[in-house]
C-alpha cells in the first residue's frame, strides 16, 4: 500500500483485510474530563485485540520538549526509552465488525499535513465512518445518565443521531479537523462527547466512560462488552451516593443539579444543553472530600 509522503508514517505491518471499517479517534492532549475517553478507547483496545499497523513519525508530528520521553532507570541503567507516537490499530469488535483505532497524543504541529495525511488512509483502507470520543467537566449529578453531545460538519450525521447539539465557540482539538477532513473524502464523521459531574472530574469516572461506548454502538453499530468498567461504574455509584448522603451540603447541590437535568430532559430531543439556568457550582469542596473517602474506601 502506498501513501503520498510515505515518510510521515511507518507500517508495523501489512494491513489485514478489512471491510468498511469504522475509524474510532481518541488521541490525548486536549480536554477528557475525568479521562472518560481514554478510558473506553482503553477498552475498545482490549477487548477488541487491536494491534498496531502504523506509527506517525514522532520526529515531525510531536515536540518532545513537551511531550518528554518518559526513561526507565533501574540501578542507574536507562534500559528503556518510551516514546510517544500516534498509532493507528487494527481490531473486530464483538460482532466481527472491523475497527480503526488512532489513538496516541494529539500532533503538536503540522495538522493540516496530518489530516490530509490521515484522509488519504482512510480512503485506501475503505473507512466507511469516523467516531471520535472525548468528555468535558459539566454541572450535571452523578445520580443520573451521563448526557452525550454531538459535533460534525454534516447535517445528515447530525440528524442520525439523538445527541445533545451544543452552540459554543471553544478551542478545538485535532479530532475537529479530522471530522472536516473526513467529511471532504465523503466518509461520514461525528464527535461524541460525553458530560462528566464536574464535581468528580478530577479522578476516574466509569459511568461517563460507559456512556461513550453505549454512544458508539448507536453512532457507528461498534459493539464492546466492557463488563468489568460496567461494574465498576455500578460500584462508583454506591460510593457517591454514600458519601452525599452525609452531607447535607452535597445533598442539597446535587438535589438541584438533578432539577437542572429533569428539567431539561423534557426538553425536545436533540437541542442544545438549555433549559434553567443554574450556576457552575463550585465542586472544588466535594471534589476534594471525595477523592479522601474513595482513598479510604480503596
Known sequence: MSVPDGADVHW???????????????MTGWIDAA?????AMDVIVDETEAD???????????????????????????????WHRPTLSAGRDQTGRDLLLLTGPEPDMAWHRFCRVMGELAVELGVSRMVALGAYPFAAPHTRPPRLSVSSPSHEVLASVPFLRSSVDVPAGVAAALEHTMHGHGI??????????????TMGY????????????????????????RQEAL?????????????????RMVE??????????????????????????????IAAELERFLRDQD
Not at 35 to 39: H, L, N, S, T
Not at 53 to 70: G, N, Q, W
Not at 220 to 226: H, I, R
Not at 238 to 248: H, I, K
Open 256 to 285: 438541584q443539579l438533578e432539577q437542572v437535568y429533569d428539567t431539561i430532559s423534557d426538553a425536545p430531543p436533540g437541542t442544545a444543553d438549555g433549559g434553567p439556568s443554574l450556576e457552575m457550582l463550585s465542586g472544588d469542596e
Open 12 to 26: 508495523l505491518a501489512d494491513p489485514p483485510p478489512l471491510s468498511a471499517p469504522v475509524l474510532v479517534v481518541m
Open 206 to 229: 466509569p459511568a461517563s466512560s460507559v456512556a461513550l461506548l453505549d454512544g458508539l454502538r448507536e453512532a457507528a453499530d461498534v459493539v464492546v462488552d466492557a463488563a468489568d468498567l
Open 188 to 201: 461520514p464523521a461525528l464527535g461524541v462527547w460525553v458530560q462528566v459531574p464536574h464535581y468528580v472530574a
Open 235 to 251: 460500584d462508583q455509584r454506591a460510593r457517591l451516593d454514600a458519601l452525599v448522603a452525609g452531607n447535607d451540603e452535597h445533598r
Open 52 to 82: 498496531p499497523i502504523l506509527t506517525f513519525d514522532d520526529d515531525r508530528y510531536v515536540d518532545y520538549r513537551a511531550r518528554r520521553p518518559i526513561m526507565e532507570l533501574r540501578e542507574g541503567l536507562n534500559s528503556v526509552l518510551q
Open 35 to 39: 479521562g472518560a475517553a481514554q478510558a
